[in-house]
């Protein structure tokens, strides 16, 4: 069994504990197709997924979503354009807690990680630097 697999393993384990936020955090975001396939082939491809790039910063469909947020290291550092500035790691964050109203007890897996903090294929230093800095 590969380290998607295991991965995507972990992630249904805890969905079907009625934990039902999840993120995977990879350095390209052509790794959603195999994390996409990585879920489908353990038998977890009912469990939504959406890759984070493809949602606007004020996309309504963040705030009720359920299920595992693809996220790219370069992805997770970006600002939106409106007055607020709020990252994307900040929106995260509020997603996974619910607007605060809730602990996050979901899976977070940073996948190639290695990638990432070495600035990966997308350049992603930056974004696995704000995941793991304390201030975030």
């Known amino acids: 069994m590969g380290k998607g697999r295991t991965i995507a393993g972990l992630i249904l384990e805890n969905w079907l504990r ?4 999840h993120f995977w955090f990879s350095v390209s975001n052509d790794l959603y ?22 949602l606007s ?25 409106y007055d607020d500035g709020q990252t994307r790691v900040e929106q995260l964050v509020q997603w996974a807690s619910g ?14 990680g290695r990638e990432g903090r070495e600035g990966g294929r997308e350049g992603g230093r930056e974004g ?3 995941m793991v800095s304390d201030e975030n």
């Open 18 to 21: 009625g934990r039902k936020k």
């Open 128 to 130: 696995f630097r704000m």
């Open 33 to 54: 197709v195999d994390a996409q396939r990585d879920l489908q082939d353990i038998g977890a491809g009912h469990i939504p997924h959406v890759s984070l790039n493809t």
């Open 99 to 112: 607007g605060g109203m809730e602990e996050f007890n979901g899976v977070m897996v940073f996948d190639e």
């Open 57 to 81: 910063y004020d996309d309504p469909r963040l705030n009720t979503f359920e299920g595992v947020i693809f996220v790219t290291y370069t992805t997770s550092v970006g600002k939106t354009r």
